[in-house]
């Protein structure tokens, strides 16, 4: 913090750059949910509790549908939101937003410490230039969805322990160097159990808003890698004559933070990514995909460059997707530029470590998300670390002494950039102040987009509220029927329209059906689409929407006619069964079909007792009752437990009753 003593006007800079990010930022802050905010926040009575009791708030840590890992703390930070302001987003998009000014500041303390830290030196104004990095990094449009779209606050909140954690390596490299003079310190132990403690504990921490935390050990590996380079003193790192003399603590610490992790890892995912069935819901291989995200990953490059409106369209639905290196024939190309990349990052160690180290870290964070884990193709919130590494490796290139050559060239270039990113930030903040503001910008940026046509028409019926003469009605028609054309798209849009018609009493399509039906024979649904039936099963069972059952049935059928179908697609057609169908032997033939499928998920067992009891089949509730019992984790089962005991035990009272009725409980 010498800085600010010594320079308060960078501090003032600084603090400007704060300010423009807010400006930027606010107009946005007034827009609704989006997509994944649905499930996660919207839908997810989990993350809405009454109270901040202990069983309450275990249950919202638990409570996301978004990983098996159930990120609580970030879950957890959306019910303290709810407990605040309700289910309002303005409230959550701007915690968004100040999650984001924190990691800003962060990115500044990072790239300053990097700076500092560069073995080649020459960085006389590293202040600055680290507020030149922070400053760009808060005003990229591509990290713009990490910030108001709510749910990537599991990403935002990642970062922070990320970044955190690098800090504190980079400290704890540094102490190790200088042989401080301490007790502790004499060999620089106390410098490497810093540097151990902000790898472990900050990748503990942030797994728990979102596995993107993981990646941790393996950015500060590459911190080594470039600047430190295993060293055991600040002489031998400066000595271009030599290589240093290597650290053999340092060594190990990698060893035990990232190589074991990771063959560990490796060994528990490969056997089910091998499984066909893992990718079975998905239009891509993992063959296909290491392919496609080769073309991705150089886009990722351009998109946080030099990005346009059309290229950040937040759906990427309509991305072609890789068959063989030449189909398209960019795919060998981006397998060729990413080698030369790799070539120059190998290159550059000694001539220019903080380029190299921002190429690799760019890339290190493409390892998780754009290699073999079968996640959807592109999102743009993905570079919200990555995008750092391309700041660090391209700012101090720009920002060099006047003494420099070609200052003025290099200048003019950094702030063309700069207002670039600050002008197409604030035009998509603008856009997305409202739902229908959004949902039109989007579906104009990517006209061939299923999702995207999908949600303009989704929003046109949100703003008709089903009234038949509303101008929105005609509006929707247009957009879900393109949708519903479109290669790739899932039953949203049939279903969108048939929902419709439906609350407005007007009659369905043929086509639509047919349209569905198809689309569910011809490939495994996917959540979108169990989705899509969950909607219909619910409009249906509340009664208001007048399906025709055949149709429901065949749709379901369709569905079914997959391997391993999911634990939700059971549990759906269970509940339509149950419940419109007055089928109960189907009903409660599929909801077992769903424990046995997820045999984790507590909401399928609760289901199946009340079926149970409504049969009154006693034994079989309680035996699943003491089922459910063991899964009570912190107590955030104990509501479903209460009432569930308290219905089993007035069954039993009933049934102890004489026949005539006599001696029972009234």
Known sequence: MDFLRRSPWRLLALLAAFAITLAVYWPGLSGGFLFDDYPNIVDNKGVQPHDATLPSLVGAALSSPASDFKRPLASLSFAANYLATGLDPYWMKLVNLLLHLMNGWLVYLLSLALLRSDPAGGHRRA??????????????????????????RMESMANLFVLT???GYVAGRRRMLAHHTGPADRAGWGGLVLCAASIVVPTALGILAKETAVMLPLYALLVEWALFRFGRSVQALHDAARSPRADLRVIGLFLLVLVLPMVAGLAWLLPGLLRPEVWATRDFTMGTRLL??????LDYIAW?????????????????????????????????????????????????????LGIALFLGCQ????????????????????SFGLLLAIVPLLAVPRASLLPLPRYALLAGLMLCWTTLTALTASAWSSPLSLAEDLAARAPQSPRAQYELGRTYIIYSHYDPA??????????LEKAAALPNSSILPEQALIFMNARMNLPAKDAWWESMIAKLKVRKPGVQDESSLGALTQCAHEGRCDLPRRRMVEAFLA????PHPSARLLATYGDYAWNVLDDRQLGLDMTRDAIH????EPAYRVTQIRMQLALGNISDAMAEYQKLAAMNIGGSLDADLVVLRKSIDSMQALHTCHPSGAGCPH
């Open 165 to 167: 954690g690098l800090l």
């Open 292 to 297: 496609s995200e080769a073309r991705i990953v």
């Open 470 to 479: 509303s101008p929105f009605t005609r509006l929707a028609y247009v957009p």
């Open 597 to 600: 499928a997820a045999p984790r």
């Open 127 to 152: 202040s600055l230039v680290a507020a030149l990095i922070a400053a760009g990094w808060m005003l990229l449009p591509i990290n713009l969805t990490a910030v108001l779209y709510v749910v990537q």
């Open 304 to 356: 946080t460059l030099l990005p346009t409106p059309s290229s950040l369209s937040f759906y990427h639905d309509d991305f072609r997707v890789s068959s063989g290196l030449l189909a398209p024939w960019s795919t060998l190309a981006s397998i060729v530029l990413l080698s030369a990349l790799v070539a120059l990052a190998l290159w550059l160690r000694r001539r220019k470590p903080l380029a190299a």
């Open 367 to 386: 390892l998780l998300t754009a290699t073999i884990l079968p996640l959807e193709l592109i999102y743009e919130h993905r570079n919200y670390f990555a």
């Open 559 to 562: 569905a079914l006619t997959h």
